[in-house]
């Protein structure tokens, strides 16, 4: 049962981090364009929109998924450390709040995935806001 456990933890945690990863490049990535781009050169405010909101649902989507990915890690670890117990057919109260313990750190990777994921976002939504705005002043309506 012990393999399962660290199964699960390597598992749980490489998608977390690869989440973080991907969600913080596309950021980078979303912020260098934001900071190099031109509204002048755009003739259509839809070719703008376009160019500005490449990207933004995969941060949306890590940072709304990511809690769910940790969560699940947590049933996953708690299902083990009740299996555990119930084939030991014995409770000992260490192990149990070991497991659980251990269960729980999932969700938290997983918030600590989200929470950046949304600021970032919700950055990268205002920004993409106010080149749209610098567009319309000068292009008109």
Known sequence: MEQ?????????????GLMSIVSIG????????YKSIDVEVYTHQKEL???LG?????????ASNAPYVGL??????IILTFYTIGSNGMADSNAIMMGLALAL????FGLLVAIPSIVFHNYLVRKMEVL????????GD
Not at 72 to 77: H, I, Y
């Open 26 to 33: 596309v950021g980078i990535e979303r912020i260098l364009v």
């Open 4 to 16: 399962y456990k660290d199964f699960l933890d390597i598992a749980i945690f490489a998608i977390l």
């Open 132 to 139: 749209m705005m610098r567009w319309e002043i000068r292009h």
């Open 49 to 51: 929109e376009i160019e």
């Open 72 to 77: 699940l890690g947590t049933v996953f670890g």
């Open 105 to 108: 750190k999932a969700t938290a």
């Open 54 to 62: 490449n990207n933004l649902t995969i941060i949306s989507t890590i």
